[in-house]
């Protein structure tokens, strides 16, 4: 067969099977991804709008449509570099980005608004700082008094009235920082991973607050985001205003890379992996509390009353992610220092530091090359052989084992040098687990069932969901957004186009 015949069999073969390739592809991701620009003409962003919001009913009334919503995460558990974790979040018609704080601890999405006094204008942490204008966005609607939302809110006490008869609030997080401001409803962006891990972006009406007023460590520059995503068991938490709405399950999932890789994921939907364990929430509490019940070290039971642990209005277990380091209740801080230094005296050397921190520094090793005259001196030590696992002991038979890096701090600078990561709490029995603890694990909030779930996990690989019809896998690169469209169809094309030339050969390879 002349050559020319051969590449136009080739060609054609090609087409039609790329032909319903392409449509198909058009059909799952560009009418979705919104490519034309929000600022094209005034109709085109009206008619979006009204699709927006149109949209946002449709997930409402369509129960069966529940999905998992996903959130790339960035940031570190490392106090000496970043100290939090933070994802974004889509407000407002246009959508305008926001980097908040995940924040397990409180209950309000809240973000800096135009007229916010004593907010930040710049960050350390590398981002452009933004503010919500509720003037600039056309589907934005100010909660007012007499909102059967704010009268909800007023319960809580975290919403007041103001002046002009909008529901406002004002309150203040454990460091003692504040904010306050004025509630609004608008529409949040986010993306829907439905069956066959397709992605589609879908929108919602959610109430959150509009900072304009912040005191304390929110001032800071050297941390500063946009704002705060509580996720909390109250009414007014994003996981719970989705779930009412029937557009995720009641159940949200975090997995925090530890302090040499930041980011990791955050799942609006149910982690599903081998060695997960749960332990029940204590019910009729604020805050996500668990049962602590006893702490071991290397297996053996440390010597702490277990009524330090238990749940009451004072007291107890909390699971937060907002806070950065873990903290132990006086009664319990003391036996656990001690124990943990009588079992590594021998490889390391205690010392407490000038901040009064239980630290330790490994044993040096001298090296005398005599025939140099030369004296080196080195350090030969492994964190995870020179010091023990610790077991975190809840009820229900569940154990949180955490490694050596769950615990401890390695002072910046200062090589073989670590500090006890958990601080003691004074005149108080409240016990916090941060992000010290809760890095680089599966860590699941079911409120469908009031547990709370983990499993030790490597934050960089993808993490399986459940969405009822089967389980997909999500990656970080995924979240993040990585595999572009393009990238999508590239994967379609190639075993296609493999596949076509296959055929080519076989057919026309005795010509």
């Given at each position: 067969?002349?050559?020319?015949?051969h590449a136009?069999?080739?060609i054609?073969?090609?087409g039609l099977?790329?032909l319903p390739?392409?449509?198909?592809?058009s059909?799952h991701?560009?009418?979705?991804?919104?490519?034309?620009?929000?600022?094209?003409n005034?109709?085109?962003?009206e008619?979006?709008?009204?699709?927006?919001?149109r949209?946002?009913?449709?997930?409402?009334?369509?129960?069966?449509s529940?999905?998992?919503?996903?959130?790339?995460?960035q940031g570190?558990a490392d106090?000496y570099?970043v100290?939090?974790y933070f994802?974004?979040?889509?407000?407002?018609?246009p959508?305008?980005e926001?980097?908040?704080?995940?924040d397990?601890?409180?209950d309000?999405?809240?973000?800096?608004?135009?007229?916010?006094?004593?907010?930040?204008?710049?960050?350390?942490?590398?981002?452009?700082l933004?503010?919500?204008d509720?003037?600039?966005?056309?589907s934005a609607?100010?909660?007012?008094?007499t909102?059967?939302?704010?009268?909800?809110?007023v319960?809580?006490?975290e919403?007041?009235?103001?002046?002009n008869?909008q529901?406002?609030y004002?309150?203040?997080?454990?460091d003692?920082?504040?904010t306050?401001?004025?509630?609004?409803?608008?529409?949040?962006?986010?993306d829907?991973?439905?069956?066959?891990s397709?992605m589609?972006?879908?929108?919602?009406?959610?109430?959150f607050?509009?900072?304009n007023?912040?005191?304390?460590?929110l001032?800071?520059?050297d941390?500063?985001?946009?704002?705060?995503?509580?996720?909390?068991q109250?009414?007014?938490?994003?996981?719970?205003?989705?779930?009412?709405?029937g557009?995720?399950p009641r159940?949200?999932s975090?997995?925090?890379k530890?302090?040499d890789?930041d980011?990791?994921?955050?799942?609006?939907?149910?982690?599903?992996?081998?060695?997960?364990?749960?332990s029940?929430?204590?019910?009729?509490?604020?805050?996500y509390?668990?049962?602590?019940?006893?702490?071991a070290?290397?297996g053996?039971p440390?010597?702490i009353?277990?009524a330090v642990?238990?749940?009451?209005?004072?007291?107890g277990t909390i699971?937060?992610?907002?806070?950065?380091l873990?903290y132990?209740?006086?009664?319990a801080?003391?036996?656990?220092?001690n124990?943990?230094?009588?079992?590594?005296?021998q490889?390391?050397?205690?010392?407490i530091?000038?901040t009064?921190?239980?630290?330790?520094?490994?044993q040096?090793?001298?090296?005398?090359?005599?025939?140099?005259?030369?004296?080196?001196t080195?350090?030969m030590?492994s964190v995870s052989?020179?010091?023990?696992?610790?077991?975190?002991?809840?009820?229900?038979?569940a154990?949180m084992i955490?490694?050596?890096?769950?615990?401890?701090?390695?002072t910046p600078?200062?090589?073989?040098?670590?500090?006890?990561g958990f601080?003691?709490?004074?005149g108080?029995?409240?016990?916090?687990?941060?992000d010290?603890?809760?890095?680089?694990?599966?860590?699941?909030?079911?409120?469908?069932?009031?547990?709370?779930?983990w499993?030790?996990?490597?934050?960089?690989?993808?993490?399986?969901?459940?969405l009822?019809s089967g389980?997909?896998?999500?990656?970080?690169?995924?979240?993040?957004?990585?595999?572009s469209?393009?990238?999508?169809?590239?994967?379609?094309?190639?075993?296609i186009?493999?596949?076509?030339i296959?055929?080519?050969i076989?057919?026309?390879?005795?010509?």
């Open positions: 067969m002349p050559a020319f015949l136009g069999f080739l054609f073969t090609l099977i790329l390739v392409a449509f198909v592809y059909n991701y560009l009418t979705l991804e919104r490519i034309i620009p929000n600022n094209h005034i109709g085109l962003n008619l979006k709008n009204r699709d927006r919001t949209h946002g009913r449709i997930l409402q009334q369509q129960q069966s529940i999905g998992v919503v996903d959130f790339s995460v570190a106090p570099t100290g939090l994802t974004r979040v889509k407000l407002g018609s959508p305008k926001f980097n908040v704080q995940i397990t601890g409180s309000i999405l809240w973000v800096n608004c135009n007229s916010c006094s004593g907010c930040p204008k710049s960050s350390g942490l590398g981002i452009e933004q503010f919500f509720p003037g600039s966005s056309s609607s100010p909660i007012s008094c909102d059967s939302v704010c009268s909800s809110v319960q809580t006490a919403a007041g009235c103001s002046e008869s529901c406002s004002q309150f203040q997080y454990g003692g920082s504040g306050a401001g004025f509630y609004v409803s608008d529409m949040l962006d986010f829907t991973v439905t069956g066959n397709l589609s972006n879908s929108s919602a009406p959610v109430v607050g509009c900072s007023y912040q005191s304390g460590d001032t800071k520059t941390r500063a985001v946009d704002g705060i995503l509580g996720f909390g109250h009414g007014m938490s994003i996981i719970q205003q989705l779930s009412s709405r557009i995720t159940v949200f975090h997995c925090l530890g302090t890789r980011g990791g994921v955050l799942v609006l939907g149910e982690v599903v992996e081998e060695g997960i364990v749960y029940p929430l204590v019910p009729s509490q604020p805050h509390n668990l049962n602590l019940q006893s702490i070290i290397n053996q440390v010597p009353d277990p642990f238990s749940t009451s209005n004072s007291q699971v937060d992610s907002g806070t950065t873990a132990l209740a006086e009664e801080f003391d036996p656990f220092v124990a943990l230094v009588a079992v590594v005296q490889s390391v050397k205690p010392f530091d000038k009064g921190n239980q630290c330790f520094i490994a040096t090793r001298v090296l005398r090359l005599i025939a140099l005259t030369i004296r080196i080195f350090v030590f052989e020179a010091f023990p696992p610790v077991m975190l002991n809840f009820a229900g038979g154990t955490l490694k050596p890096e769950d615990y401890l701090l390695q600078g200062h090589q073989g040098e670590w500090c006890v601080q003691k709490v004074q108080q029995g409240i016990t916090i687990l941060g010290l603890v809760l890095k680089d694990k599966i860590i699941i909030y079911d409120l469908a069932r009031q547990r709370i779930g499993v030790n996990y490597d934050c960089s690989q993808s993490v399986n969901v459940t009822g389980n997909e896998k999500i990656s970080e690169a995924q979240l993040n957004g990585s595999r469209p393009q990238d999508a169809l590239y994967q379609l094309i190639i075993p186009a493999a596949t076509a296959s055929l080519y076989s057919l026309f390879a005795g010509f």
